[in-house]
């Protein structure tokens, strides 16, 4: 075996899977989506868009992202910069923090499940504290925006810890000497976050906003847990389609729709947060 | 009056200074409790029984019934679908070191031709809603008889934890200096002895580190199980798919079932957490 041709050989197995398993699925999910027993046609784009359900799910999946994202961000920004200041108890806060990380969303659905539903935790204390006196049905169809805020709550609850991950460990890249030669000028901790970690943390930031994003295009479970059907979202649709309706068209067309915006959004994230080059750590 | 003075600024700091310091436990607490109260809350209703979980209003203190256990374990189809989440992550976990580990040192120790096309490959797959695959792989994998088998499923969960695989072992290849494999070839190893008698032991913690991100990875994924098995689910499929049906308590324990091994993993991995995104965001 010649040495030139080893790395070849090692990365033989993941490219050959990778498009066998990946790139292929992808090709065949378009042609799904734009192609029927006479070739290509529109029609099951047009039957899921004029689906009265599809507008609404779209809706709700863009507005769910559009909350859920910046509250994490914001969050997982505090808690990065607290774990980075902890000098004692550090790993220990680190895991708890953490924790989340490896709950799935299904589980974090059954998790605010227990909180929500009408016999649940948050009636109990209302009911104790006397503001209640019947239990609410929080979860039903008639407050729509209830389950939005249960789910927003669940989604920030479980999907915060994969972005403060990333955060610590790109604020972990940063040299002390900006901090240091920041303290020197008289810069307050507010400035130095402001002037050096944020500018700084861009590309940490951009893969973080984008695995995110992406993942939120794709709630589903945790949807399901809360509220059923009552708030359509994009992926729900998609499994709808795909059982209940047998029609695998329409969820491939489905597929198209959250493929696209998750596009969009990364393009946008690269283009938002673009590290210029040769400015890198 | 100079002396009051003198006295009085330094007094301010400190006071600003211990405020500041009750802040910042304060907020540390409460993320804390943000983070364990609803898992406390789950366990709360998971150690109840049945009458209990439906009851109302409840005490927020565990009675350590353990009838709602007992009833989600003996429910029909729990203890199979225990076994082919099991067995699905197993699988996962070899497929993606098996495949990802190789193509990660191959990155971390050569420069060759076609090393950016294949990262860019790695690192596309990021921008793609995954679980989608189980889309079109369903009927690929009915012709190929794959359809319903754990292996069919691991493949899709394999291509969602193979660029995890191969950027985790990248790093790990790429902390161990060459010199030591260096040295090795000098002192009459090859290549293959060189990697087997210095580098891996150096990077086998790593490796098991990532190994068990993979298993969580494929232990919680929701969506191509639910669409690519039938009679063969795994935990969360089963549960997903039961759960309009299913009674409270049995969505409970279920959680639970999927939240306990989740901790252990994440206590498991957590030195390499960091570790293993810091270099994901490259």
Same mark, same amino acid.
């Given at each position: 075996m010649t040495p030139k041709a080893l790395p070849y050989l090692l990365l033989l197995p993941a490219t050959v899977f990778l498009l066998v398993f990946f790139v292929y699925p992808f090709i065949q999910i378009a042609l799904l989506a734009v192609t029927g027993p006479e070739g290509f046609t529109l029609q099951h784009v047009q039957t899921m868009a004029s689906h009265w359900k599809f507008n609404t799910a779209l809706g709700w999946t863009i507005l769910l992202a559009a909350v859920v994202v910046p509250i994490q961000l914001v969050m997982a920004l505090s808690m990065a910069s607290i774990v980075t200041k902890l000098q004692t108890g550090r790993s220990a806060i680190l895991y708890i923090f953490s924790i989340?990380?490896?709950? +799935?969303d299904l589980a974090a659905g059954i998790v605010w499940l227990a909180i929500f539903e009408q016999s649940g935790f948050l009636n109990s204390m209302l009911y104790g504290l006397g503001v209640v006196e019947q239990p609410i049905? $929080?979860?039903?169809?008639? *407050?729509i925006w209830v389950i939005f805020l249960a789910v927003v709550l669940a989604e920030v609850w479980r999907a915060t810890a994969i972005v403060m991950v990333i955060l610590v460990s790109g604020m972990g890249l940063i040299p002390k000497e900006y901090y240091e030669a920041g303290e020197v000028f008289g810069a307050s901790a507010w400035q130095r976050f402001i002037k050096i970690t944020l500018p700084m943390l861009r590309p940490s930031l951009q893969s973080a906003l984008i695995l995110r994003t992406l993942a939120a295009f794709e709630v589903f479970a945790v949807v399901t847990a809360l509220g059923g059907t009552t708030l359509p979202v994009l992926m729900g649709e998609t499994f709808q389609w795909q059982f209940?309706?047998? %029609?695998r068209n329409v969820a491939s067309a489905y597929a198209l729709v959250i493929l696209a915006i998750s596009i969009a959004a990364t393009l946008f994230f690269l283009r938002a947060l673009r590290v210029p080059k040769g400015a890198t750590i | 009056m100079t002396a009051t003075v003198e006295n009085d600024t330094p007094k301010a700091v400190e006071t600003a200074r211990s405020a500041g310091r009750f802040l910042f436990i304060a907020a540390v607490v409460l993320i804390c409790a943000w983070v364990l109260v609803p898992i406390y809350l789950l366990m709360v209703n998971t150690l109840s029984s049945p009458q209990e979980v439906t009851? $109302?209003?409840?005490?927020? #203190?565990? +009675? $350590? %019934?353990f009838s709602s256990i007992q009833f989600f374990i003996s429910f029909a189809g729990v203890a199979k679908a225990l076994w082919n989440s099991v067995l699905v992550a197993v699988l996962t976990m070899i497929l993606s070191i098996g495949i990802g580990a190789p193509a990660g040192y191959a990155l971390s120790r050569f420069d060759f031709p076609g090393k950016e096309a294949f990262r860019m490959l790695v690192v596309m797959t990021r921008a793609f809603p995954l679980p989608l695959l189980a889309l079109p792989l369903a009927v690929l994998f009915i012709r190929t008889g794959l359809d319903d088998t754990a292996i069919g499923l691991a493949i899709v969960h394999t291509v969602l934890a193979i660029p995890f695989a191969v950027l985790i072992t990248f790093s790990l290849f790429s902390g161990i200096p060459l010199e030591l494999e260096e040295a090795a070839w000098t002192l009459g190893c090859n290549r293959w002895q060189a990697f087997q008698k210095v580098v891996l032991p150096l990077v086998l913690p790593g490796i098991a580190a990532s190994a068990v991100f993979a298993f969580t990875i494929s232990w919680n994924e929701v969506f191509a199980a639910a669409v690519l098995t #039938?009679? *063969?689910?795994?935990l969360p499929a089963f549960l997903v798919q039961n759960l309009n049906v299913s009674p409270l308590h049995l969505k409970f324990a279920g959680g639970a079932a999927m939240v306990i091994p989740a901790l252990i993993f994440i206590f498991a991995v957590r030195k390499y957490l960091f570790a293993m995104w810091g270099i994901a965001n490259r």
């Open positions: 989340p990380l490896g709950l +799935s049905l $929080f979860l039903g169809y008639q *407050n209940t309706l047998q %029609d | 009851g $109302f209003p409840k005490t927020g #203190i565990p +009675s $350590f %019934d #039938i009679e *063969n689910r795994t």
